[in-house]
């Protein structure tokens, strides 16, 4: 081969020039103008994961920099998506158990799926979802990998819940039970949601007392149920439900909708019932609570997905779809319409305000003062007619609040639990 002279390297140089090839100290700027990538490569990085992913895509620059400059510049840098940092994190860490990745990059993207505000149900679901496709050894190496991660992102210790299906004559449920002694508590849930709405309230009631949460006829684990037909239907499901448990008596919280399965339950079986917290509920409803029924027949559930969660949650937890949001949205899509509408009817005809008088029970109203739903005002009905019940009222508190202000809804019933033990 021939080697240019120094006179041909120049003449190659200026002919170079003019085809738009750039001399050699023009290739420093060229590297320069990749750096503005290499930047934005570095920013995605950090936003995704923060510095462990940075330090580790610098890193494996050192050791191969060509990888390492296609991952950092052709793939953050040049990264231009609708997807969102949250669901980039789940994808990858749905990639990742498929492919049966190494520990060291799957934890890592379970920290950024947590950073994101993924919740530990949703990352449990992508392995689940990645079982069904790839096999059960992949989704369990993968899960023990990142387990130790997965429970010290938990906002408390909680103890381990067992979860079981019971099946209660016309249809089965989903049990979660924390296990413990002494009388238990049992959480009723909203409307459209199912026992998973309590996850941020049950780590402030499970280390005193045993938790239980169930899904109503209709919801959750129990959607293939006979539809309901009254709220006196549903407290008959509790009271078999009990049975089942092995449970005598019990302190029953409901949250709207379970707030009136609560009362009718408490009215029906007032033996069973220690004490009864109502949250966000009424004592009497309107009959203008069909047309939620019958709007939703005519134009399926999807035409009342804006109007609930805007009615449920503050305009900020909205705008930063925070996983109550996610999942509240998530239930409502996947409810069956008849369902929904079984389950209006029968709030609609909620009507027990002037028997309260009979309750001997203990009762906390709790209400929140953003609740558009029940405000305040309707609450105290509730109160002015039940003669053993205490007030106590949540600011910010919203319809939807054992989700989305847990801490100080649950510092209250932990509290109302701590005077009924006392008495």
Known sequence: ??????????????????????????????????????????????????????????????????????????????????????????????????????????????RAALRHNASESEIMDVFS???????????????????DLIISARAQNLPPLKEFVINM????????DSGGSGIPIVLVHALSLDGRMWREIIPYLAP???????DLRGHGQARAAPLTNSLDHLAE?????????????????????????????????????RSMALLATTSRSHILLRTRAERAEASGLEAMLAESIIRWFLPETIAADAWMVRYARNCLRSARVEDWAAAWRA??????????????????????????????????????????????????GTHMMAMEQPGAVGRELLAFRKRCDAK
């Open 237 to 273: 499901d509790l009271k078999i439900l009990l049975e089942i448990l092995q449970i005598e008596k019990a302190d029953i919280y409901g949250a709207s909708y379970g707030g009136g399965v609560a009362q009718h339950f408490a009215l029906s079986f007032p033996a069973k019932t």
């Open 129 to 147: 979802h990645a079982a069904g496709f790839v096999g059960a050894p992949r989704a369990v190496n993968a899960l023990r990998r990142t387990a």
């Open 169 to 176: 004559g016309d249809h089965q449920t989903l049990i979660r």
């Open 208 to 214: 005193d007392a045993r938790v239980i949460t169930y």
């Open 1 to 110: 081969m021939k080697f240019p002279t120094s006179k041909n390297l120049t003449i190659a140089i200026i002919m170079a020039e003019q085809n738009g090839v750039p001399r050699r100290g023009s290739l420093l700027l060229s590297q320069q103008q990749s750096d503005p990538k290499r930047a934005l490569g570095k920013h995605e990085a950090r936003v995704l994961a923060g510095p462990i992913l940075v330090d580790n895509l610098e890193h494996l620059e050192q050791i191969h920099p060509q990888l390492g400059r296609y991952i950092l510049e052709g793939g953050f840098g040049s990264r231009i998506s609708s997807i969102g940092h949250r669901e980039w994190a789940l994808l990858t860490i749905a990639t990742l158990t498929a492919l049966g990745d190494s520990e060291d990059q799957l934890k890592v993207y379970v």
């Open 347 to 396: 709030m609609a005809d909620l009507d027990v305000l002037d028997r309260l008088g009979e309750i001997t029970a203990p009762v906390l109203v709790l209400a929140g003062k953003q609740d558009a739903s029940t405000p305040p005002e309707m609450m105290k009905m509730t109160l002015e007619t039940c003669k053993t019940a205490e007030y106590a009222e949540i600011d910010p």
